[in-house]
């Protein structure tokens, strides 16, 4: 009778696993996907109630239909009419919620808030029960925190019932696709190796091949890196730039775009490289300073970075009476949507070189014949420049990440000219890349 060792077993699970592996990138779009709905579901709560509530609505009466066909498979004429009833009660409730979502969204809030407020009192009450060697403590603060959910729910009922269904859909979005994208570079790591993550060999030790054990590091750094410079950049543009009387104008905005790039390369560059731009990391890998195959992962992330920093700027944004997204939310755009009437000839030029001499710059600086502890100073001066330049013609992307993060929210308009700001950068990183590999990198 033969046995399987421990090395066998891991084989086999591995095995077993390849056909996942070679779709990690499929997971990692999907969940970045999802993570994007979700944060744009926030800044849309009302159309994401409905959205929430028309979806409850479908569902009940696809599974009403299905308890009807369900009847006639009962041999019983008892257990016939009870499915019946059943299922005509879910496609009457379900059509009745498509037909007035409002209303079903001000019920269903309600329920919510009943429930979570029921289960929190439940929850605190059995954590006293428990015995003193038990993390009752824990189960005490969860029930606590749903309580005051519940509570917070149930005191604004039923204005609470515009915005509560939509909120829980933006966040289980962002949880689910942070799940994805967790996942499938879980799978990518394994890939080429017999046990990564859940694939691990009998110590725990991580041995697959890949991208590596800092990999996880440098996405995140480069997360935190495109959210500090969107947020600072265009929330300068957005709360500073036309305060009354003491606005700080074009030249603040563009010094602030400078500064959040100057201390971002400071803050997260030795971990990640301090991309935080799709472009730059397009240049990076044309010129053979960074690995194509961390391309896409570094581009989902910068997106989701982005995104989430015009998400919080929104929120703040929202918190004046006379904001509106009609005014653009610091979108990109060319001809009517330009801030000075600018083409769509003039646009595209104008992205596209100041791209590319923004790799040239990145590119020369960072060599190791330049000078030691100043490239991000130089980087940060070189945006800075290109702001001075381009905001009275498209309002400056030169990044896709924060022109996409910027036109989720605003929508119709703005989305429709998004594909310039992905095109032209992406033209001037690659033309920036090629221009210094083959022309002016040190050869030696």
Not at 281 to 296: P, Q
Request: with cysteine.
């Amino acid at each position: 009778m033969s046995s399987f060792s421990s090395s066998d077993i891991i084989r086999m699970r591995a095995a077993e696993a390849a056909p996942l592996q070679k779709n990690w990138g499929w997971m990692v779009a999907f969940g970045a996907l999802l993570a994007i709905a979700g944060f744009v579901a926030l800044g849309s709560v009302v159309l994401s109630t409905i959205a929430t509530v028309l979806i409850v609505g479908v569902a009940m009466i696809a599974s009403g239909l299905v308890e009807i066909a369900y009847a006639f498979a009962m041999r019983s004429w008892k257990k016939f009419f009870l499915w019946i009833v059943i299922g005509l009660l879910y496609v009457v409730g379900g059509g009745a919620v498509v037909q007035n979502p409002l209303l079903a969204a001000g019920f269903l809030t309600l329920l919510l808030g009943a429930g979570l407020f029921a289960s929190g009192l439940v929850r605190i009450f059995l954590a006293f029960q428990l015995p003193k060697n038990a993390p009752w403590a824990l189960v005490a603060l969860s029930g606590a925190v749903t309580f005051l959910l519940g509570g917070v729910i149930l005191a604004q009922w039923p204005v609470s019932s515009l915005w509560v269904l939509g909120v829980f859909l933006g966040v289980d979005l962002i949880f689910a696709g942070a799940s994805w994208m967790g996942f499938g570079l879980s799978l990518r790591r394994a890939e080429g190796g017999e046990a990564s993550g859940f694939l691990a060999n009998e110590s725990g030790s991580a041995t697959g091949f890949g991208f590596g054990e800092g990999f996880q590091r440098k996405l995140f750094a480069e997360f935190l890196g495109t959210f500090w410079l969107v947020f600072g950049g265009c929330g300068s543009a957005l709360i500073s730039a036309g305060f009354p009387q003491l606005g700080i104008g074009f030249t603040g905005v563009s010094l602030a775009f400078g500064l959040t790039v100057l201390t971002g390369a400071y803050a997260f560059g030795p971990v990640s490289g301090g991309h935080f731009n799709p472009a730059v990391s397009l240049g990076l890998a044309t010129a053979g300073r960074f690995s194509w195959k961390e391309l896409g992962p570094y581009w989902l992330v910068q997106l989701i970075g982005a995104t989430a920093a015009a998400f919080v700027l929104l929120k703040i944004c929202q918190g004046n009476i006379d904001f509106s997204l009609a005014n653009g939310f610091a979108a990109n755009g060319y001809e009517e949507h330009s801030p000075n009437g600018y083409t769509l000839q003039a646009a595209f030029l104008v992205e596209t070189v100041l791209t590319a001499f923004f790799l040239l710059v990145i590119l020369g600086v960072t060599e190791a014949r330049a000078s030691v502890g100043f490239a991000a100073l130089a980087i940060g001066l070189a945006l800075t420049l290109i702001h001075l330049v381009d905001i009275p013609i498209t309002n400056a992307s030169v990044n896709p990440a924060r022109s996409t993060s910027q036109a989720l929210f605003v929508g119709g308009w703005a989305l429709e000219q998004l594909w310039l700001f992905w095109v032209a950068p992406l033209l001037g990183g690659l033309l920036g890349g090629l221009i210094h590999r083959f022309a002016l990198a040190d050869k030696a």
